[in-house]
């Protein structure tokens, strides 16, 4: 029984809509009057996370390349950072087989030159992942939510931590240097050759750690690009340098070994000296 126009929330017509159909009409006018201007579907938060999300894939500070494109150029940088140690290490093996300066047949000279390289290669290896890559993280974090005051000083603890942890496995390897030896069986003259290879590969990990810092370094500031031609060109002299000592020097082991050390480390000097130029502008 009702009187004017005070009637029941469900009579249609002339009755005042419900609380739930005020509701209803607001969110659609909220939606229709987004700032992303598409009349309906997207809101500023899922544009935020969009961003997010971009700036997730394609870097903080690279040039942004979308769809698929990205993705595969993506892929093919990371391809390529990892195929230039393999490719070196089968153009290193492949001089020291058809090199007259190997140590008694050329099967041992690669039997040797495989087991050093590949001790040298697992305590890195090891040792980054377990202790160099929580530094590298820290300093990642820093540079992705733009903290330069704690960048510079992050960056010098991860280089630290990659050298001492590389100075300290090349000790202890070089103190299991005989070990080693005795577990291949190798002959007197073997171990004479080989051993200048295997210091000098031990005296290397410390820069190559520090190469990796860079390199995370790099691709936190979205230099991926720069960071794989650095990866690169520093396996390419490492290449000419151990071809160029196999001309001169007596052993081929001797030659490679010593082709390492001075590649690594000029190319971890070389990477320090990149970074200001790396850096993005904001950072100062």
Same mark, same amino acid.
């Given at each position: ?7 029941? @929330? ?11 159909? #005020? ?30 999300? #971009? ?12 769809? $698929? ?20 290490? $089968? ?22 030159? *495989? ?8 305590? $890195? ?7 160099? *890559?929580?530094?590298? $993280? ?49 002959? @007197? ?96």
């Amino acid at each position: 029984p009702g009187g004017g126009g005070g009637g029941s @929330p469900r009579s249609p017509g002339r009755d005042s809509p419900s609380p739930v159909m #005020n509701g209803s009409l607001e969110r659609m006018r909220t939606r229709s009057t987004s700032p992303d201007g598409g009349g309906g579907m997207t809101n500023p938060m899922n544009q935020s996370v969009n961003r997010k999300l #971009n700036l997730d894939m394609d870097g903080y500070y690279a040039p942004q390349t979308p769809g $698929c494109l990205g993705w595969t150029w993506a892929g093919l940088v990371s391809v390529i950072n990892e195929f230039a140690p393999y490719l070196l290490v $089968c153009f290193l093996t492949a001089m020291i087989v058809r090199s007259p300066q190997s140590i008694g047949v050329p099967t041992q000279a690669v039997a040797v030159f *495989s087991a050093a390289l590949a001790l040298t290669q697992f305590g $890195c290896g090891l040792l980054f992942t377990l202790v160099v *890559s929580v530094f590298v $993280c820290h300093l990642q974090d820093a540079i992705q939510q733009r903290e330069w005051s704690s960048v510079g000083r992050r960056m010098w603890y991860a280089l630290f931590a990659a050298l001492a942890c590389g100075a300290a496995s090349g000790g202890v390897m070089v103190m299991l240097e005989d070990t080693l030896y005795d577990m291949l069986a190798l002959t @007197p003259e073997a171990r004479g050759a080989v051993s200048p290879y295997f210091r000098a590969r031990c005296a290397a990990l410390a820069p190559i750690m520090a190469q990796r810092v860079l390199l995370g370094v790099f691709e936190a500031f979205g230099r991926s690009i720069g960071g794989m031609i650095f990866n690169v060109l520093s396996a390419l002299c490492e290449a000419f340098l151990a071809y160029t000592a196999l001309q001169t020097l007596g052993s081929a082991l001797a030659g490679v070994g010593l082709a390492s050390l001075v590649s690594n480390s000029l190319f971890a000097l070389l990477g320090m000296m990149l970074v200001p130029w790396f850096q993005p502008n904001e950072a100062g």
